[in-house]
């Protein structure tokens, strides 16, 4: 038995966590008896992961909203793209946009955003401080009515396809 701050510093490896969210898909996808055990013995390569997976798989098989953000946020930070669309189609926010807004440090910007974020989180009397974090469901309507502007390109191989969108 290791202490928890050797557990800590062997981290985990990219190969290992991909593994987990992936194991995680396809058992919520396909539950049984071969693929709990697949996404069990997963998680208990990782350190960020093995604890309370018994209670996390319980908690997405639910539909807990709170559950499905965390696991969502987390494949979606960890770069996974395949493993988060996976669990994407399988979560309660299958057919929304969704936007990670976390505090962090105490800081979040999004611009103008930021504002109507905090005011909703206010009049949901939420807090808002260091470590807060929050999953944002947007209808698909809304994204539809998203103006985007390119304003910024530092990267040369990208300049003609700037001239080619601002041109519009």
Known sequence: MSDGISEASRGDSYSDI?????ALARYLAEPGSETRKRILEAAQKTSA???GIEERLRLLESG?????AEVLAQAKNRAFTEAFEKLKKLSPFHEQALLHVSYGYGFVRLG??????TGRLRQLDL???ECDDYLLVL???VLNQIQVVWFKCDHT???SLREKYTKK
Request: without cysteine; hydrophobic residues 30%.
């Open 18 to 22: 991909m593994d987990y969210f992936s």
């Open 127 to 129: 807090p808002i401080g």
């Open 139 to 141: 209808p698909p309507e």
């Open 157 to 159: 191989k990208h300049l």
């Open 112 to 117: 103008d955003l930021e504002e109507i974020i």
């Open 64 to 68: 807990s909203k709170e559950e499905w």
């Open 49 to 51: 992961y093995r604890r």
